[in-house]
């Protein structure tokens, strides 16, 4: 392992957004779609609307299908927009029915998409922010790719309608009567989404919007490795009202966090926690901490008490996650035993602790593994 001084909390990436001479415009807010209606197309504004609706309502893929445009219309927007969608060109399925969608974006770009079936009610889809990720935890396959770029804000939103056109396509083939929605959303898989601010809040306006995905604000909830002035920012800004936060957390002495997040060596757990302590209180209330628990490195039943000694104050969920291993790491999952001890002394500490059962083991859900093939 490197030592602390010798790693980087930040990387650059290696190339900006992919820039066009077309507006891609799955990635423009309602309003901006108004405006550019009536701009390009002098058009009344309502005809945004229009567009708005059939771009993330009906996900569509050409300027062809907007059928309540003027044929006019129709050809100026195939001359000036571009609609590209992602291309998914593997989808994994586990024995758990957890499955794992590697697709492609702009210039060639992998990244994974992870769909999850609640039991019952829908399906919850872990989404990427990044190709790679600017971070660099020793516990994960997306750091060993590198930091590529951000995603676009077309690109993530199209994550989400490529499965749910996953999902329209199986209630097809299967006869069902109903087909299951995706109710749920984390921003969980590869890259920081604290670090691609703008695009990630953006694509929560967009998926929000009820002509559109409409996934409740409330459903959706961002992971941030601990990018505190970014934190500060989902607390000023109009996302800490009613969207969830979650800090992957994973150490309770910061020569444990420092070792596998060496974002840490630049915001460390005491700076990290009064960046939660400045959140709003109603968002404060619902944070939930993630504690990958890692053999050996973080599992002891100290760990347990120091835990609940950090984060009790703030009345929150403790999300315990089982290590996935792979193969860019020698670290381990702890035996059965020593997850349930490790719990046992959180819960007896008073922390609500949920064991999130490893999904997909058989498929490589570790964030970056398929893209990490690819
Ligand atoms: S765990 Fe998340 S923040 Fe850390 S390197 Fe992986 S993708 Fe990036």
């Known amino acids: 392992m490197l030592a602390v001084s010798e790693l980087v909390a930040l990387r650059p990436p290696r190339r900006g957004l992919p820039r066009s001479d077309r507006a891609q415009l799955r990635g423009f807010s309602r309003d901006e779609l108004r405006a550019w209606a009536q701009r390009e197309l002098g058009a009344p504004a ?75 009610r829908g399906y919850t889809l872990c989404i990427s922010s990044m190709v790679g990720c600017s971070l660099t935890c020793r516990f994960c396959a997306t750091a060993t790719l590198g930091f590529d770029r951000n995603l676009a804000t077309w690109e993530i939103v199209d994550q989400v309608y490529q499965a749910q056109d996953l999902l329209e396509r199986e209630a097809v083939e299967t006869g069902a009567k109903w087909t299951a929605r995706i109710t749920n959303l984390v921003f969980m898989g590869m890259g920081e989404p604290l670090h691609n601010y703008g695009q990630v809040k953006r694509a929560i306006e967009l998926l929000s919007d009820p002509k559109g995905a409409g996934i409740s604000r409330r459903r959706i909830t961002v992971s941030s490795a601990g990018l505190v002035p970014a934190i500060e920012r989902f607390g000023r800004e109009g996302l800490a009202e009613d969207v969830g936060l979650a800090i992957s957390l994973n150490a309770t002495t910061d020569a444990t966090r420092d070792a596998i997040m060496p974002i840490n060596t630049r915001w460390n757990i005491a700076t990290l926690l009064d960046a939660i302590r400045g959140l709003p209180p109603a968002r404060r209330r619902r944070v939930t901490f993630e504690y990958v628990l890692l053999a050996g490195v973080n599992d002891s039943d100290d760990d347990a008490t120091r835990l609940a000694a950090l984060v009790s104050e703030f009345d929150c969920i403790v999300n315990v996650i089982p290590f996935n291993p792979h193969s860019g790491t020698a670290l381990r999952r702890p035996a059965p035993e020593r997850i349930r001890g490790f719990v046992t002394r959180c819960r007896a500490a008073g922390l609500a602790v949920h064991v999130r059962t490893p999904r997909g083991d058989d498929i490589g859900a570790a964030c970056g593994q398929l893209a990490l093939e690819a």
């Open 46 to 120: 309502f005809r945004g609307d229009q567009m708005f609706e059939w771009l993330h309502g009906r996900r569509i893929g050409s300027a062809d299908a907007m059928t309540n445009l003027s044929h006019a219309d129709r050809s100026r927007l195939a001359s000036l927009a571009d609609f590209e969608r992602l291309q998914l060109d593997l989808c994994a399925t586990a024995a758990d029915g957890t499955r794992k969608l590697r697709l492609r974006g702009a210039l060639g770009a992998v990244f994974e998409s992870v769909l999850i079936p609640n039991p019952g």
